[in-house]
């Protein structure tokens, strides 16, 4: 008789394939509004622990992609992400997870599982800050994350994200995890950790990563063509100086981009370039080092 629609809705679900908790609520607000069920590792009692040896984010993120979606038979979404601070050469980067001083037996976290290498956050924050004493300020630094999307007969699609500030020696803020309460965004005077979801899934780097996996993740599961609500209007998500402005509309608005474009030619004191590039069934309009309010 062939598939029903039911049927066919249940092959609609995305593997969050992450252990890491705080990562987990991030992932889920910034996925609520597509139309797929979001699973968790343990929501079917998958308890997967990858070695994250690679040589990059994307190897990382690639990675822990493919063994969730070998062990579960579910479309996976990845990531690895990292804390980049110019004083330290661009450390920890790939290491920020293992990053501190020699490790002690594992201990548990509370808002990522195992803290890797016996280490807490808190631990981490500190080393970091230690580091970085005596050299000179501000203490620029970027986050940097990789999102992998690991689907059955399809190559791995990989997708960043970075988000752009400094290091302060004091910690604020009681969202967030890892290194959070310690970068700061300078034009918002508020630390990731001060931010709520909203905000945070405006600005961070794993939210970039994810409107930049959203195109994918449509033609994957067959919804380019559907109304997939914030995510096939026209939506607006902007990011401090030195990141882009991201702009998703469907296909076909043209007016609405023209207007657009114009209002940018109408402000070129404020604007340093734009390019707009076709993705799918998406156009995505880039105002690199800008904030659209």
Same mark, same amino acid.
């Given at each position: 008789?062939?598939?029903?629609?039911?049927?066919?809705?249940?092959?609609?679900?995305?593997?969050?394939?992450?252990?890491?908790?705080?990562?987990?609520?991030e992932?889920?607000?910034?996925?609520?509004d597509?139309?797929v069920?979001?699973?968790?590792?343990?929501?079917?009692n998958l308890?997967?622990?990858?070695?994250?040896? =690679?040589?990059? !984010?994307? %190897?990382?993120?690639?990675?822990?992609?493919?063994?969730?979606?070998?062990?579960?038979?579910? $479309?996976? /979404?990845?990531?690895?992400?990292?804390?980049?601070?110019?004083?330290?050469?661009?450390?920890?980067?790939?290491?920020?997870a293992?990053?501190?001083?020699?490790?002690?037996?594992?201990?548990?976290?509370?808002?990522?599982?195992?803290?890797?290498?016996?280490?807490?956050?808190?631990?981490?924050?500190?080393?970091?800050?230690?580091n970085?004493?005596?050299?000179?300020?501000?203490?620029?630094?970027?986050?940097?994350a990789?999102?992998?999307?690991?689907?059955?007969?399809?190559?791995?699609?990989?997708?960043? =994200?970075?988000? !752009?500030? %400094?290091?302060?020696?004091?910690e604020?803020?009681?969202?967030?995890?890892?290194?959070?309460? $310690?970068? /700061?965004?300078?034009?918002?005077?508020?630390?990731?950790?001060?931010?709520?979801?909203?905000?945070?899934?405006?600005?961070?780097?794993?939210?970039?990563a994810?409107?930049?996996?959203?195109?994918?993740?449509?033609?994957?599961?067959?919804?380019?063509?559907?109304?997939?609500?914030?995510?096939?209007?026209?939506?607006?998500?902007?990011?401090?100086?030195?990141?882009?402005?991201?702009?998703?509309?469907?296909?076909?608005?043209?007016?609405?981009?023209?207007?657009?474009?114009?209002?940018i030619?109408?402000?070129?004191?404020?604007f340093?370039?734009?390019?707009?590039?076709?993705?799918?069934h998406?156009?995505?309009?880039?105002?690199?080092?800008?904030?659209?309010?």
């Open positions: 008789m062939g598939n029903t629609k039911s049927e066919k809705q249940k092959v609609k679900k995305l593997l969050i394939a992450t252990n890491n908790k705080g990562k987990v609520i992932l889920q607000d910034l996925l609520k597509f139309d069920e979001l699973i968790t590792p343990a929501d079917i308890n997967l622990d990858v070695e994250e040896d =690679g040589r990059d !984010y994307a %190897e990382n993120a690639a990675k822990k992609a493919v063994a969730f979606a070998h062990a579960s038979g579910l $479309i996976s /979404l990845a990531d690895d992400s990292g804390l980049e601070v110019d004083a330290l050469d661009g450390a920890p980067g790939l290491f920020s293992r990053y501190g001083p020699p490790p002690s037996p594992p201990v548990f976290g509370k808002n990522g599982g195992r803290a890797r290498g016996g280490l807490t956050d808190a631990d981490r924050r500190a080393d970091m800050l230690e970085l004493q005596g050299k000179p300020q501000p203490w620029t630094a970027h986050f940097h990789t999102i992998a999307i690991a689907a059955p007969g399809e190559d791995v699609q990989i997708v960043e =994200g970075k988000c !752009y500030g %400094e290091i302060i020696p004091e604020r803020g009681d969202n967030g995890f890892g290194y959070d309460p $310690i970068f /700061l965004f300078p034009e918002l005077n508020k630390t990731m950790a001060e931010l709520g979801m909203e905000e945070k899934n405006r600005l961070s780097h794993r939210a970039i994810v409107m930049n996996a959203i195109p994918i993740l449509k033609r994957i599961f067959g919804l380019c063509n559907s109304c997939q609500r914030r995510f096939c209007r026209w939506n607006r998500i902007s990011f401090p100086v030195g990141n882009d402005a991201l702009f998703f509309l469907p296909r076909g608005r043209r007016k609405i981009v023209n207007k657009l474009l114009q209002q030619r109408n402000h070129v004191g404020l340093r370039h734009y390019q707009m590039t076709g993705i799918f998406d156009v995505k309009l880039r105002v690199g080092n800008s904030i659209l309010q």
